[in-house]
């Protein structure tokens, strides 16, 4: 191995330490630590984000959708679908189309819209 594909290596393995397996949840009086894990989706709603758990369980974030963007973009399990959706690609039951809109199905039987922007993208990660 080359010095410049150590170097990658390193940088691959820095950045899959850096990834966070948690996000914390501020609710009334106590913070929840939600496992990246059991997380399908989270749906930005308004002003608040909407985080939809394994479990059927939905919380409501006064955070915006970007915050937690920002938080979970080093996790390879997590995809941007849309400016309002991000989804744990180990959630996806199948991808479709109604007409002109290409939409995800995750397990729980929850459809989101993919933007036409993001439908090639989706479809690389997804068969990786």
């Known amino acids: 191995m080359t010095n410049r594909e150590n170097g990658k290596a390193a940088a691959?393995?820095?950045?899959?330490?850096?990834?966070?397996?948690?996000i914390l949840l501020n609710t009334q009086g106590q913070i929840l630590v939600l496992d990246l894990d059991d997380i399908i989706f989270l749906k930005s709603s308004?002003?608040?984000t909407i985080i939809k758990m394994r479990d059927g369980t939905r919380y409501t974030s006064s955070k915006h959708l970007k915050s937690y963007s920002e938080t979970i973009d080093?996790?390879?399990?997590?995809?941007r679908i849309h400016r309002s959706s991000i989804i744990n690609k180990n959630f996806?039951?199948?991808?479709?189309?109604?007409?002109?809109?290409?939409?995800?199905?995750?397990?729980?039987?929850?459809e989101?819209?993919?933007?036409?922007?993001?439908?090639?993208?989706?479809l690389t990660e997804l068969s990786k």
């Open 74 to 79: 080093a996790n390879p399990d997590f995809l």
């Open 46 to 48: 308004s002003n608040y």
């Open 92 to 110: 996806v039951k199948a991808i479709f189309r109604k007409s002109h809109k290409t939409y995800v199905l995750m397990k729980d039987n929850e």
């Open 12 to 22: 691959k393995a820095a950045v899959i330490k850096q990834s966070p397996k948690r």
């Open 112 to 122: 989101l819209d993919v933007s036409a922007k993001k439908r090639e993208l989706i």
